[in-house]
C-alpha cells in the first residue's frame, strides 16, 4: 500500500469541501457510496458544511437543484461512481435549461481502472456532455502535486456555475485506494490560504452597462406602438417581476404574467387570466397586439404561444440574462442579452423622457376582461374538490411566510390559468426548464432547506409516484404535499389522443389505481384525504397550522376533470363575448 494515497484523498477532499464554503456554496446533498469516502469524510468534519444525505441519487440532484432555486447559489452534488452519476442527468438537464447552478462532484475510479472492465467504472468526465457549463476531470490524489491547483480548479467551478448563463458544472474526482489514513495528521494546504478564510482565487465579473444605443434603437421601434403586450416569463425572483411590471406601466401595455414570473400571485394589476380569456376566439381575434415584448424564460400557456405566432407582431422582442435562442415559432425581431434590473429601468426611463404612444383602451381592455373572468371563476366551483378549484384555492389562502413548487403537466397549468392575485406574494418554483414531472417532491424538500420556511407542493399522482422515495425528505422540512390523484396522466386526456379509446388507457392514462395513505404512514408524514370542498379547506388550513409536513390527497375523476376544465373556459369565454 502506497502511504501517501490516503493522505492525499484526505487532503484533496479537504481543500474541496472547505474550498467550496469560501465560495458560497454551503449546502452539500449526498447519497451514500464507496468511492466518495474521501469528499464525505471531509464535509462530515467541516463545522460550516450542511448536508441532506438520502439514498437515492437523483432525489439528492433534484434537492440541490430545489435548493438553488430558492437562494440562487449552486449547491453541491456528490455521489458515488458508476451509474449512481447517471441518475443525476435529469437533474442536470433540468438546472442547465432553466439557468440553475450547481456543482457535481462525482467520485470516480482512477484511470487505470478505465475500459478495463472493472466494477462500477463507466465513462463519467463527458457523462452530462453539453449539459454543464464547464467540466473538469481531476486527476487522482497525489502528494507531488501542488494543492493550489486543487482550490484555483474548484474557484473556477463555482465561478462558472454562478457566472451568466448560470448551470451546472462537473467536477469528475478520482480516488485510489485505501480512501482514507489511518491516523488523521495535518492537512496543509498553501500558508496564505491557510491564513485566509477566502477563497484562493478571487474572481470578479463585472457587469457591463446596458449599451444605451442598443435603448434608444430599441425604443424607437417601442415607442410608437399603441397595442403592444409585455410577456413576464420565467424570473428568478420578485424583484425582477415588479422591474417587469414597471416597464408595463411605463409603455401603457398590458402585462401577461406566467406562474413562474414571480408577479402571477399577489400582483392585481396585471391580465392575470389571459390564458382563460385567450380560449375565446373572438377575444383572440380582436386582440392581436402590434409588438411584443418578452421578458424572462419561457411561458407555459401554449394558447399565448399560438395566439402570438398568429399575430406574428412586429417588433417582437425577447429580452434574457443568456445568450440563449427563445423563439420556437421563428419570431423574434430582436434578442436582447442584458441583466433584467438593468435593462427595464433603462427602458423606464426612456419612457419618462419620451413618452410611449400605447392606447390606453387597449390596456384597459385587457385588465377589464381579465377582472370579469375572475370574478367569474369564483362562482364555478362546486362542493366536491376538483383540480382547478385547489389552484385557486391554495394561491388564494397559502400562508405569507410559504414557498410553492409546482408539478409540470396539469397542475402548473392549473395554476398557471386559475390562480387568484389576491393571495400573498409567495415565490414559486417549478422545473419547467425541461418540463419533466420526475424529481419534484425532491425539488421541494431542496427548495424548503434553501427557502427555510414552509413549502406547499402541488403535484400529481403520477408525479409523485415517479419520486415516492423522495418523501422520506420531508420528514424534517415542513412540506404541505396536495396530491391531485385522477389516476393516470391527466394531461393526456386533454390531447386528441385521448379519442382512441382502443388503445389511450393503458398507453397514456396508464392508471395505476393507488392510494397514498400507506406512503404517507411509512415515511412518517401526516396525511388527510377530504372528499368536500369544505374538507379541504380544512384539512390544508389545519396543515399549514400545525407546520410539519402532510400529505393531502385529493381524488378527481379524469372524464370529469377534462369537462370541467372545456366549461369553464367555455363559460369564461361567453360572459367576456357578452360582455
Given amino acids: 500500500m502506497n502511504r501517501d494515497t490516503p493522505r492525499a484523498n484526505r487532503l ?4 474541496i469541501v472547505e474550498e467550496l464554503l469560501r465560495c458560497g456554496v454551503d449546502f452539500f446533498c449526498v447519497a451514500p457510496g464507496s468511492r466518495s469516502t474521501p469528499l464525505v469524510a471531509a464535509l462530515a468534519e467541516n463545522e460550516k458544511a450542511n448536508s441532506l444525505i438520502h439514498f437515492d441519487e437523483r432525489g439528492t440532484a433534484f434537492a440541490a437543484l430545489g435548493h438553488a432555486r430558492a437562494t440562487g447559489r449552486p449547491a453541491a452534488w456528490i455521489t458515488t461512481s458508476g451509474t449512481a452519476v447517471a441518475n443525476g442527468l435529469p437533474a442536470v438537464v433540468e438546472a442547465a435549461t432553466d439557468g440553475v447552478p450547481m456543482i457535481l462532484l462525482t467520485a470516480d475510479r482512477p484511470p487505470e481502472l478505465r475500459q478495463t472492465g472493472a466494477n462500477q467504472t463507466i465513462d463519467q468526465p463527458d457523462i452530462f456532455g453539453d449539459y454543464v ?34 448551470g451546472p458544472v462537473h467536477l469528475n474526482l478520482m480516488f485510489r485506494e485505501p480512501f482514507l489514513p489511518d491516523d488523521e495528521g495535518a492537512l496543509p494546504g498553501p500558508s496564505s490560504w491557510i491564513e485566509s478564510s477566502k477563497p484562493y482565487t478571487r474572481y470578479a465579473a463585472t457587469k457591463p452597462a446596458v449599451d444605451r444605443a442598443e435603448i434608444d434603437h430599441l425604443w424607437r421601434a417601442l415607442r410608437p406602438v399603441r397595442r403592444g403586450l409585455v410577456v413576464a416569463g420565467r424570473l428568478a425572483s ?33 391580465v392575470a387570466y389571459y390564458d382563460a380569456l385567450l380560449a375565446s376566439d373572438t377575444f383572440a381575434e380582436a386582440h392581436a397586439p402590434e409588438a411584443v415584448i418578452h421578458i424572462g424564460g419561457r411561458a407555459l400557456s401554449e394558447r399565448l404561444e399560438q395566439f402570438l405566432a398568429r399575430s406574428r407582431p412586429v417588433p417582437y422582442v425577447v429580452a434574457r440574462e443568456n445568450p440563449f435562442r427563445l423563439d420556437p415559432h421563428h419570431l423574434v425581431t430582436h434578442s436582447v442579452e442584458a441583466d433584467i434590473l438593468d435593462l427595464c429601468a433603462a427602458l423606464v426611463l426612456a419612457a419618462t423622457e419620451d413618452p410611449p404612444e400605447a392606447d390606453a383602451s387597449w390596456t384597459a381592455g385587457w385588465q377589464e376582461a381579465s377582472e370579469r373572468a375572475g370574478r367569474y371563476l369564483d362562482k364555478l366551483f362546486s362542493e366536491e374538490p376538483n383540480e382547478p378549484f385547489v389552484a385557486r384555492y391554495v394561491s388564494r389562502n397559502i400562508p405569507a411566510d410559504h414557498g410553492i413548487v409546482v408539478a409540470s403537466s396539469m397542475p402548473v397549468r392549473d395554476l398557471d390559468t386559475y390562480a387568484a392575485t389576491d393571495g400573498a406574494p409567495v415565490p414559486v418554483a417549478a422545473n419547467r426548464g ?76 396508464t392508471p395505476q389505481g393507488v392510494g397514498f ?58 360572459r367576456i363575448e357578452k360582455e
Avoid at 484533496?12 to 481543500?15: P, Q, S
Avoid at 386533454?494 to 379509446?501: I, K, M, N, T, Y
Avoid at 396525511?527 to 397550522?545: L, W
Wanted: hydrophobic fraction near 45%; include cysteine; aromatic fraction near 8%.
Fill in 12 to 15: 484533496w477532499a479537504h481543500l
Fill in 133 to 166: 457549463r464547464w467540466r473538469f476531470d481531476l486527476p487522482a490524489p497525489d502528494p507531488t502535486v501542488d494543492p493550489a491547483m486543487v482550490l484555483t480548479t474548484v474557484d473556477q467551478a463555482a465561478y462558472r456555475a454562478r457566472r451568466t448563463p448560470q
Fill in 238 to 270: 420578485r424583484k425582477q417581476g415588479e422591474a417587469v411590471l414597471r416597464l408595463a406601466d411605463a409603455l401603457g401595455w398590458p402585462l401577461l404574467p406566467d406562474a413562474g414570473s414571480q408577479i402571477r400571485l399577489g400582483a392585481k394589476s396585471p
Fill in 434 to 509: 425541461a418540463s419533466g414531472i420526475d424529481g419534484t417532491v425532491a425539488t421541494a424538500a431542496g427548495f424548503a432547506r434553501g427557502f427555510g420556511r414552509p413549502v406547499t407542493l402541488l403535484i400529481g399522482d403520477l408525479a409523485l409516484l415517479h419520486d415516492l422515495n423522495s418523501l422520506a425528505m420531508l420528514r424534517d422540512v415542513p412540506v404541505i404535499a396536495v396530491v391531485l390523484n385522477n389516476d393516470g396522466g391527466g394531461i393526456f386526456s386533454f390531447l386528441p389522443v385521448a379519442g382512441r379509446e382502443e388503445f389511450f388507457e393503458p398507453y397514456f392514462g
Fill in 517 to 574: 395513505e400507506p406512503a404517507a404512514e411509512m415515511f412518517g408524514l401526516g396525511y388527510e384525504r377530504p372528499s368536500t370542498t369544505g374538507e379541504f379547506v380544512e384539512a390544508y388550513g389545519s396543515a399549514c397550522d400545525r407546520g410539519s409536513s402532510t400529505l393531502i390527497e385529493v381524488k378527481t375523476d379524469r372524464k370529469e376533470n377534462v369537462a370541467l376544465h372545456r366549461r369553464i373556459l367555455e363559460e369564461v369565454a361567453a
